[in-house]
Nanobody
Framework: QVQLVESGGGLVQTGGSLTLSCAASGSISSANVMGWYRQAPGKQRELVAYITSGYITDYANSVKGRFTISRDNAKNTIYLQMNNLKPEDTAVYYC?????WGQGTQVTVSS
């Protein structure tokens, strides 16, 4: 059982930045793929970004060039650096590692 705790969400103005963290209770070094997802009100959960064990990354088209996913195996943590935030980025953001999910952290971008 791996517990994931997201943090770093909040309220920010358009164009602002936030960095989300997802801390795992156990080692993440064996995880092949780790991802950040988001779910806006009335919408389905969508993949935002993922990073592999080989540090390959990919992003949803809507966030390419603005978001950066990274991982720190020593800290059992993954991050999502979000720059140039837009109102449409408003959602609850979740991390997923080894099939486990965190509780989510709210990101609200005001116009």
């Amino acid at each position: 059982q791996v517990q994931l705790v997201e943090s770093g969400g909040g309220l920010v103005q358009t164009g602002g930045s936030l960095t989300l963290s997802c801390a795992a209770s156990g080692s993440i070094s064996s995880a092949n793929v780790m991802g950040w997802y988001r779910q806006a009100p009335g919408k389905q959960r969508e993949l935002v970004a993922y990073i592999t064990s080989g540090y390959i990354t990919d992003y949803a088209n809507s966030v390419k060039g603005r978001f950066t996913i990274s991982r720190d195996n020593a800290k059992n943590t993954i991050y999502l650096q979000m720059n140039n935030l837009k109102p449409e980025d408003t959602a609850v953001y979740y991390c997923s590692i080894l099939g486990f999910w965190g509780q989510g952290t709210q990101v609200t971008v005001s116009s």
